[in-house]
């Protein structure tokens, strides 16, 4: 399975699963690490219902463990932006991908406050964890 540079901001894995199965083992990798799950956006049904020419496949996740969220909101509440955390499932070129935005990356870039990136790096873990869970689900370790 493939990762991402350790110096990008996006942290991408590969999957040998179907994109269906990722995604169903995404959704149940969620839960089992605390966090929940608030919304999915089909991003290519959304495309290709809008006329858009799209074969590839993408599904947003949007999670949240809500202490993590509270202490971002408490240290500056227009971080609310950057909130919550967006997980991806999707296929490029016949390969399955599990993807995320790096929190640390993305809190880093907002505000220089070291609580936020404790937390942001808390969370990065979990979402980390997440995400190898569901790429690696079904598959012998």
């Given at each position: ?11 991408v894995?590969e ?25 999915v ?9 809008k ?46 991908r ?9 809190l ?14 808390e ?19």
């Open positions: 399975m493939g990762k991402s540079s350790e110096t990008s901001p996006l942290v894995v999957t040998p699963q179907p994109f269906e199965e990722a995604c169903r083992a995404l959704e149940a990798a969620i839960p089992a690490h605390g966090f929940g799950l608030l919304t956006h089909d991003l290519g049904e959304t495309l290709r219902h006329g858009i020419a799209f074969a590839e496949h993408c599904r947003i996740y949007e999670v949240c463990e809500p202490q993590q969220a509270g202490r971002v909101l408490a240290s500056h509440m227009a971080l609310n932006v950057a909130l919550p955390c967006r997980l991806s499932v999707y296929t490029e070129a016949g390969v399955t599990i993807g995320m935005v790096s929190p640390v990356a993305m880093s870039g907002l505000s220089s406050d070291p609580g936020l990136q404790s937390v942001a790096s969370v990065e873990a979990t979402t980390r964890a997440i995400i190898d869970m569901a790429a690696t689900a079904g598959n012998p370790a």
